[in-house]
């Protein structure tokens, strides 16, 4: 019996080895397939990883030193006519980052009180903001921008950028608009024309995306930090300049139209080093 149950031990060692042995050059196998595999895509440049493409060529940008004559004769204005710091707001009503940048303009102007006015003009990158950029024309002839472009964020963006004619009908009717008259001037040549020369003279300064902002003149794409040292700044000078002599209600049109470049000239950009 003790014979019998050594030879059983050894039967099933030289087994498990041989099971062993099998799963090893079956590995083996595999190994040289996949190599052979490799060697053949080799040849053949299959598998190579794509070259990727070109990065596309950041867009020429004015210099934030700089000061442009952004016109906003005819556009709506919020805040003191003599306010030392004119902020121009480039945007339309489709833009998310539109959206955001409404508290960053709130908290702005909150910090300033009484400094600081900001101008809107429309400037549209999505085709289907154009109605509502035409409904705020169409309010502005009534002298009711401020509130029919607070329901277009409040109200219409949030539903899916709503800015079908019937949501700007209610709107317009919800600000105490004549309805009548909204849908004739928004239908009109006059708001059509309006939102053209917005788009025409924000191009001409060198704004190539929603939103962009005009500090006296400075062009400017950041955050709240950025706006506060831009203002610090603005500020600064234009108190002197009163101090000087100009009064305040005629500053931005001595120091911003008067003095400020008309267009916008790309430089040309930096050669990336390699």
């Not at 090893?24 to 080799?42: C, F, H, S």
């Not at 035409?134 to 309010?139: E, I, K, M, R, S």
């Amino acid at each position: 019996m003790k014979n019998f149950a050594w030879i059983f031990m050894v039967t099933t060692m030289l087994a498990a080895c041989q099971q062993d042995n099998k799963a090893v050059v079956a590995k083996l196998d595999q190994m040289a397939k996949d190599i052979a595999e490799l060697k053949a895509m080799a040849a053949t440049g299959a598998g190579r990883p794509q070259q990727l493409p070109p990065q596309k060529k950041r867009r020429p940008e004015p210099d934030p030193k700089d000061v442009y004559a952004v016109p906003i004769a005819g556009d709506p204005v919020v805040g003191p006519p003599d306010a030392l710091v004119t902020i121009v707001k480039g945007y339309e009503y489709a833009c998310p980052w539109c959206e955001k940048a409404r508290k960053t303009i709130d908290d702005v102007v909150a910090a300033y009180p009484g400094k600081v006015r900001v101008v809107s003009k429309q400037f549209i990158v999505h085709d289907m903001a154009l109605g509502a950029s035409l409904g705020a024309c169409a309010a502005h002839k009534q002298g009711k921008f401020a509130e029919f472009d607070k329901l277009l964020w409040e109200k219409a963006y949030p539903a899916n950028r709503d800015f079908s004619d019937a949501r700007l009908d209610a709107l317009a009717s919800e600000a105490g608009l004549d309805l009548a008259r909204f849908q004739a001037d928004r239908a009109g040549a006059e708001c059509k024309a309006f939102v053209e020369k917005d788009q025409a003279e924000l191009r001409a300064v060198g704004q190539g995306s929603t939103p962009t902002f005009y500090v006296n003149g400075r062009y400017l794409v950041g955050a709240t930090a950025a706006f506060k040292a831009t203002i610090d700044e603005e500020l600064a000078k234009a108190e002197q300049r009163v101090a000087a002599g100009t009064a305040p209600a005629d500053y931005y049109q001595t120091w911003v139209i008067g003095k400020g470049l008309a267009k916008f000239a790309p430089k040309p950009l930096p050669t990336p080093t390699p």
